[in-house]
Structure formats: structure tokens, C-alpha cells
């Protein structure tokens, strides 16, 4: 695959807020010379972004084996000297792994760069896991902890990972409006919190982000949660964009998952037949647009809402070079009905019901 010869530069200079704008792929097109520069910042409470952000999940070993840390500061500059300027993290990921690489990888360049991470989860003194937990002393214990393996006084979106069942929305915001006052965070956000949570944390403080699953293959997102982000002016970073690598066209039916992968109700065997389907349509309007279903399934993400910024996780600088080759797509309005068209009549199996954004967090 040639490479991209976009700059961090050229993206930001470049950048103007114009709705759905993505680079032709390098790799599709086969000729750097035909890519046109990453168009349009999106925003984040307070922050301004790359359209797509990276990431870092995978590095600390979760849909594969945990990969050595200078490949993984390789692959983190390689995303910023491309104009990727969102980092996602999060304290569990090793636990504590994928941090500690990113703390590593943007010693460099930190200024530039908009940091994300999450906390939510206890640990014992082994490190290991040892639960959820949102109460306040938790998550300022956490954010201290994220500081420092991160290398950093602050960092720029700080997310309660999962809430744990008990801590009320108004006592985790209360938390993190403290560490915005302690100038220690910037931005707080939610994940895979019911629409309750968020408007009860929104009104003790503005909730910057809300970061759950959604791909084209599941969009439970799409019933209650994105239209709430909209009302609210909650950007939404979509994780599993890829619908964990499912998208990118590498799994055939023959293929058996190692790790976390083969707990996922959409990609088990007696799903994956009905839901390659989906991928059969994706590859082949990915054929139409000359670019890879990777580059396709992320162009359609960032083409439904203007606050929408995906952050597709990889291990691979062939695979990130592909992803923000996604990044100079553009549909027509017609072309998007179209596709809901379509996709609305493609059944899916082993996604999440719309009452799930309620009861199954
Ligand atoms: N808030 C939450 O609860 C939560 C949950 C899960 C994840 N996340 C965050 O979201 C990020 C992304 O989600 P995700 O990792 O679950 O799913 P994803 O981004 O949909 O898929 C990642 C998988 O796709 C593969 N991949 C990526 N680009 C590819 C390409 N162009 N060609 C072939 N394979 C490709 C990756 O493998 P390679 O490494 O081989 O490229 C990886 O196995 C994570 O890194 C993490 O930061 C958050």
C-alpha cells in the first residue's frame, strides 16, 4: 500500500467545519498524488479534533495478544504525523498498558494532541480487577493515576467508563466538574450510560462527550441516545466504528475468534451468516466509491451527524494509514437515503434491542 503523503499541515490547514469530508484512500486509489487533505475539525465540548480519532484499546492485548510498546509509540506518531490528533485510552486497558504507551508516544508533541481517556473501574494491589466503581473518591483516585502514566497535567476528555449501578449521574458529574475546576481534566464525558444518566449528569455540568458502540452494523445508538447528544450539543465518539474489525471485510465464516471477539452476539456463527449480508453491501458500494469497506463504513459513520467523531482501534499502521485514507468520501443526501434504504432492509442478528440503551449498559 503507498503511503499518504497528507501532513499534519496540510489537515490542519485545511480544516474548515464542512460536514462529511473524507480523504480518498491511498490504498484504494493506488495514487498518493489523487488525495486531497483531511477537510473539517469536529468539536468537542471544548475541544476541537480530527474527524477520526485512534483507537489505543487494542495495543494492551483485548481482540488480540497485548503488542510491544515501540511498535505501539510507532503507530500512535505515525497517527499524529498523519493529522490524527485524538488519542482514546483508558485506565483499564492492560489495565493500565495502553496508557503508559500513549503517555510514551506524545511526550513529543502533547500540546497538540487531544487526549482521551476513561476511569470507572477498582483495582487491587496486584492490579488487578476488581470492579466498577463511580463514586467520587474513585474517580479522582483514577484521574491521579491517569496523570501520571499518561505524562501529562491535564488531561482533555476525561469518561466515567461504565457506570457502576449505584453512584447517582449527579454525584459523577459533581466529580469531574471538581477536576475541571482543579484544572486537572478539560472535558468530561459518559459511556454506555442510558439517557437518564446523561441528562441528569448534563444538568449538574455540560456533558462534553458521549462515547458508546456504533457502526453501521449496530445502530442501536440511532433510537434515543444520538438524538439526545443533538438536543444536548454532546459530541458522540463511537466506539467499534468497525464493528471490531467485522467491517474490514477480514472474517469469513470459517473463522474463529480468539479473545474478547467470541463473547459478541453479532459475530457468532449462528449470526455471522445473516450478517454478512450487511457486509456483502458494504463491500460493494465500497467498490462503487473506489475505496476499501473500512473507508466506506467510516465515511457513512461521519456522514450522519456533524458531531459525530469515530475511533477506530488498531495495532497496525497499515490499517490506520487505510482508516484515514476513509477521510475524503462524500455521499450525496440521495445517497444516503438510499442506503437506509437498503440497510433498514437487511436483517441483522445479535445486535442490541432499542430497550437495551435502558436496562443493558
Ligand atoms: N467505551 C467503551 O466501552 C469501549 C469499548 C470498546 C472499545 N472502545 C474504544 O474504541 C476503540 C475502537 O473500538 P474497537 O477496537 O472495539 O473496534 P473497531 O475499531 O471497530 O475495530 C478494531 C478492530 O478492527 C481491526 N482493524 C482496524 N482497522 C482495520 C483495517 N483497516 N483493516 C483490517 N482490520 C482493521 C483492528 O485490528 P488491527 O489492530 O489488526 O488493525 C481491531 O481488531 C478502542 O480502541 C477503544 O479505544 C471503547
Same mark, same amino acid.
Given at each position: 500500500?503507498?503511503? &499518504? ?35 473539517? #475539525? ?91 466503581? &463511580? ?72 456533558? &462534553?462527550? #458521549? ?151
Amino acid at each position: 500500500m503507498k503511503k &499518504s503523503s497528507i501532513t499534519r499541515r496540510d489537515f490542519i490547514a485545511s480544516s474548515t467545519l464542512a460536514g462529511v469530508s473524507v480523504m480518498l484512500g491511498a490504498k484504494a486509489l493506488g495514487n498518493s498524488s489523487n488525495i486531497k487533505p483531511l477537510s473539517s #475539525l469536529r468539536k468537542i465540548g471544548s475541544l476541537e479534533v480530527s474527524p477520526i480519532g485512534l483507537g489505543c484499546m487494542n495495543m494492551a492485548g483485548v481482540y488480540n495478544e497485548r503488542m510491544p510498546k515501540e511498535a505501539m509509540i510507532q503507530v500512535i506518531r505515525k497517527a499524529y504525523e498523519n493529522g490524527v490528533d485524538f488519542l482514546d485510552t483508558a485506565e483499564v486497558y492492560g489495565p493500565f498498558y495502553s496508557e503508559e504507551i500513549v503517555g510514551e508516544a506524545i511526550k513529543p508533541f502533547r500540546n497538540k494532541i487531544n487526549l482521551a481517556t476513561k476511569v470507572g473501574f477498582s483495582f487491587n494491589s496486584n492490579g488487578g480487577f476488581a470492579g466498577k466503581s &463511580s463514586r467520587p473518591d474513585s474517580i479522582r483516585k483514577a484521574v491521579d493515576g491517569c496523570l501520571q502514566r499518561l505524562q501529562t497535567d491535564v488531561i482533555d476528555l476525561c469518561y466515567l467508563h461504565r457506570a457502576d449501578g449505584h453512584t447517582p449521574a449527579e454525584d459523577v458529574a459533581g466529580a469531574f466538574k471538581d477536576l475541571i475546576k482543579e484544572g486537572k481534566i478539560k472535558n468530561y464525558g459518559l459511556s454506555e450510560v442510558s439517557p437518564a444518566f446523561i441528562k441528569s449528569a448534563h444538568s449538574v455540568h455540560p456533558v &462534553s462527550a #458521549l462515547q458508546s458502540e456504533y457502526s453501521i452494523l449496530e445502530r442501536v445508538m440511532e433510537h434515543e441516545v444520538l438524538p439526545l447528544c443533538e438536543e444536548l450539543g454532546i459530541a458522540f465518539v463511537p466506539w467499534g466504528p468497525l464493528t471490531r474489525g467485522f467491517l474490514t471485510g477480514r472474517f469469513d465464516k470459517n473463522t474463529t475468534y480468539g479473545f474478547r471477539r467470541a463473547q459478541v452476539p453479532y459475530l457468532r456463527k449462528e449470526n455471522l451468516e445473516a450478517n454478512f449480508k450487511l457486509l456483502d453491501f458494504v463491500k460493494e458500494k465500497a467498490l462503487e466509491k473506489n475505496v476499501t469497506p473500512a473507508q466506506w463504513s467510516l465515511a457513512w459513520l461521519l456522514a450522519q451527524k456533524p458531531f459525530i467523531v469515530p475511533i477506530p482501534g488498531t495495532t497496525n499502521e497499515n490499517h490506520l494509514m487505510e482508516n484515514i485514507g476513509g477521510l475524503n468520501l462524500s455521499f450525496t443526501q440521495n445517497e444516503l437515503a438510499d442506503i437506509r434504504t437498503s440497510i433498514e432492509a437487511i436483517e441483522v442478528k445479535g445486535v442490541r434491542a432499542p430497550e437495551s440503551v435502558h436496562t443493558n449498559l
